[in-house]
């Protein structure tokens, strides 16, 4: 299995999820942390094939395009997770990102907040380009220009960065980081600036990790274990050629309201 961060806790649940699932058909994962660097990544790939590994989980978000396609040339198996499928054959276990993008806009909106901003994931990503997809499209349905800064790396670090580059450029009221790492730099950088969350600004990010709920903050719960065991039990049955009815599930996620949001203000103030 290829990540991108082992410590991020949102990739934590899903490769906990996927051992389980492997173990309880009497495969072992073997684990790659490929600092989201392109070249590991190929390194990796290599080495897991000369190593005659069975199949292969694409967890990393980055995973060079060569690289998959040579895969897919080879007829060699795989499943992409928490990423969209780019050929037609590919295997994959996703969220709807669009959509769920969308409803946090709309939460937002239903707030009363006309100056929305989102700090993008890598928008070189499927998830990152579908989650801004999804953002400035809901944005033009309520009549709103979204505001796009892009995070170079779904990590705290890049959310800070693109937070600091979004105060200067302008003031937003409310912000949706594409994941909850990219939130918390957001956090970091408010606080800085001397803004409370929420009352001077609402935050919203993507995946419900751990420290999600210690922080109060509003977020799309992305069920972890179940991505990883789906995309285990996915992989096991295109190695033993069972039957594949869906070869590209999308889960159903759901947008969790905490204070980070404004809720509790808005509804106060109504």
């Known amino acids: 299995m290829l990540v991108p961060d082992i410590a991020n806790t949102f990739l934590a649940g899903i490769i906990k999820g996927a051992e389980e699932a492997a173990h309880e058909r009497g495969y072992t994962l073997v684990l790659c942390n490929t600092g989201d660097l392109p070249e590991r990544e190929a390194t990796y790939v290599r080495v897991l ?71 993008a994931g890598p928008r070189s990503t499927t998830t990152g380009a579908e989650r801004a997809a999804g953002a400035v499209a809901a944005g033009l349905r309520h009549g709103l220009r979204i505001s796009v800064v892009d995070a170079e790396a779904w990590s705290e670090l ?24 990219i939130a918390l730099g957001v956090l970091r950088a408010a606080r800085e600036e001397g803004l409370a969350i929420p009352e001077d600004l609402a935050l919203v990010g993507f995946n419900d990790i751990a420290e999600a709920s210690l922080l109060d903050l509003t977020t799309v719960r992305v069920p972890q274990e179940e991505m990883g065991a789906r995309a285990a ?27 980070s949001s404004g809720a509790a203000i808005a509804r106060r103030i109504a």
């Open 233 to 259: 039990r996915l992989l096991i049955a295109r190695l033993e050629g069972e039957p594949i009815a869906e070869p590209r599930i999308v889960l159903a996620a759901e947008l969790v309201v905490r204070g």
């Open 158 to 181: 890049e959310g800070y960065r693109a937070a600091r580059q979004l105060f200067r450029d302008g003031a937003p009221t409310a912000v949706f980081g594409a994941n909850d790492l």
């Open 49 to 119: 094939r000369e190593r005659e590994v069975d199949g292969i989980l694409v967890a990393s978000t980055r995973l060079a395009a060569a690289t998959v396609d040579a895969l897919r040339a080879d007829r060699f198996p795989f499943v992409l997770v928490n990423r969209g499928a780019g050929g037609t054959d590919d295997l994959a276990v996703t969220v709807e990102n669009v959509g769920l993008a969308a409803s946090v806009i709309d939460h937002l909106v239903a707030l009363g907040h006309r100056r929305i901003a989102h700090v």
